[in-house]
T-cell receptor, first 113, second 113 residues
Framework: DAGVIQSPRHEVTEMGQEVTLRCKPI?????LFWYRQTMMRGLELLIY????????DSGMPEDRFSAKMPNASFSTLKIQPSEPRDSAVYFC???????????FGSGTQLSVL | QQQVKQSPQSLIVQKGGISIINCAYE??????FPWYQQFPGKGPALLIA?????SEKKEGRFTISFNKSAKQFSLHIMDSQPGDSATYFC????????????FGTGTQLKVEL
């Protein structure tokens, strides 16, 4: 298995633009998590899905952030409009049923100018 | 509210020495305590994990020590090697919490020759 695949690896955009981050979880995993990593706040859970259904989005910072999981093999995290304070590394992680181990992707480095 | 406090923020150890990273938690509902290792440009990867029914778990050179009464747990890396240089995160989650991991702020370990 190729692991959790995220795209793009790097994204540079201007303030006000829409940003879409993509994630393909490990096949057969039924839980998907989006995390944000910054120097100041460390790793923060933004939202997680179970069987494609959003379970907890309490970590989503504000309405500018939205996430979808249309099927078991794909999820997106969208920021619209983006702001410089959104600059961070965004990680997607997946987990199999009855398994506590999280598998992380390599992340998307987002820079909002 | 920071539910998992990690220290030190950074650590320099000589090759062959012992690296020790400490974490303390507040939520008594936590019952799963993993450590994740992260190399630059990569996502975190599970290193070792423990549940409160044991006070110690060892896997190779890595040992978790757990003190339930003090609500503390630590990672010991024996015979530290330059290849161990990475950022280490402790984490915790409660039973039935959908494995919503709360991460510590991370410790940047450097093992010098």
């Amino acid at each position: 298995d190729a692991g959790v695949i995220q795209s793009p690896r790097h994204e540079v955009t201007e303030m006000g633009q829409e940003v879409t981050l993509r994630c393909k979880p490990i096949s057969g995993h039924n839980s998907l998590f989006w995390y944000r990593q910054t120097m100041m706040r460390g790793l923060e859970l933004l939202i997680y899905f179970n069987n494609n259904v959003p379970i907890d989005d309490s970590g989503m910072p504000e309405d500018r952030f939205s996430a979808k999981m249309p099927n078991a093999s794909f999820s997106t995290l969208k920021i619209q409009p983006s702001e410089p304070r959104d600059s961070a590394v965004y990680f997607c992680a997946s987990r199999g049923q009855q398994d506590e181990k999280l598998f992380f992707g390599s992340g998307t480095q987002l820079s909002v100018l | 509210q920071q539910q998992v406090k990690q220290s030190p923020q950074s650590l320099i150890v000589q090759k062959g020495g012992i690296s020790i990273i400490n974490c303390a938690y507040e939520n008594t509902a936590f019952d799963y305590f993993p450590w994740y290792q992260q190399f630059p440009g990569k996502g975190p990867a599970l290193l070792i994990a423990i549940r409160p029914d044991v006070s110690e778990k060892k896997e190779g050179r890595f040992t978790i020590s757990f003190n339930k009464s003090a609500k503390q747990f630590s990672l010991h890396i024996m015979d530290s090697q330059p290849g161990d240089s990475a950022t280490y995160f402790c984490a915790a989650s409660p039973t039935g919490g959908g494995n919503k991991l709360t991460f510590g702020t991370g410790t940047q370990l450097k093992v010098e020759l």
